[in-house]
């Protein structure tokens, strides 16, 4: 059975014609399909189609820096590692915020090795609003940096998003249709944003055989639009795939009992 990737790539090679695929993501106009569409997986598939489910409907992490590894400090910049552990395994996506812990007795009056500017900062801001001048960036799947802050308390919490479903493994088999037509409209939507004036220019320059290619490409001017009205729809097919496969899991657990 194929993966739900492999369905999408499949779905999208019958449905779009070849020399429109090769021109899109191919170097060379003449380059053979099978490296063309291992360029598309990567970079329509996996880095926009996936990549915005993951952003829209990720996973929400809370992970206390305590967690956490300091690799850099310096500079009012912050190297950290996060263990996969704390993560379960997956992708680190997106930073939302960092946020100040709750302290025991609400105030700091003392903490080794922080002058009395810092001690300050840490009793007068309050959790929401220490730390929004700061900003972050996923440096790869478990390490992040923090940039324009000096300091970092014990007790922050760093509110994140991973990948919930990095190769979408857990969809479905009912579902692999709609997440195929999905891709094949972030194909459409791409091509007519990325590649549709290079299909002009190269007829200008005398390939008036890709006129077809623009007939083609023009008709996808409204994809933009359907692709995200898609996508709202699929959020909703992979939440409520998710409350059937847990409402499973709970009847597996009770023994499969009916009344």
């Known amino acids: 059975m194929a993966s739900p990737i492999e369905f ?39 880095n926009i189609v996936i990549r915005e489910l993951n952003m829209l409907d990720g996973e929400e992490k809370r992970i206390p820096f305590t967690a956490c590894r300091v690799l850099f400090h310096g500079n009012d910049n912050m190297l950290i590692e996060i263990p996969p552990i704390t993560l379960n395994n997956r992708p680190i996506i997106t930073v939302d915020s960092i946020t100040s812990g709750i302290l025991p007795q609400g105030r700091i009056n003392k903490v080794g090795g922080l002058t009395g500017v810092a001690m300050n ?25 923090i940039s324009d802050v000096s300091y970092v308390e014990p007790n922050a919490i760093i509110n994140l998003r991973v ?13 692999h249709i709609d997440f195929a037509e999905l891709c094949l409209l972030a194909t459409q939507k791409w091509i007519y944003a990325k590649k549709r004036k290079d299909i002009n220019i190269a007829m200008l320059k005398g390939g008036a055989e890709l006129s077809i290619l623009k007939e083609i490409v023009d008709e996808w001017n409204d994809a933009k639009e359907l692709y995200k009205e898609k996508r709202t729809k699929f959020i909703a097919i992979m939440n409520m795939s998710d409350k059937l496969f847990m409402n499973d899991q709970i009847k597996i657990g009770l023994g499969n009992l009916t009344y």
């Open 121 to 145: 900062m840490l009793n007068t801001n309050s959790p929401t609003d220490m730390y929004s001048n700061c900003k972050t960036e996923v440096i790869n799947n478990n390490i992040v940096k």
């Open 163 to 175: 990948q919930s479903n990095p190769n979408m493994s857990n969809l479905p088999l009912t579902t």
């Open 8 to 46: 999408a790539k499949n779905h999208i090679l019958n449905e779009i014609d070849d020399e429109v695929l090769a021109f899109s993501f191919n170097a060379g106009y003449n380059n053979e399909i099978i490296g063309t569409m291992s360029i598309l997986e990567n970079k329509i598939i996996r």
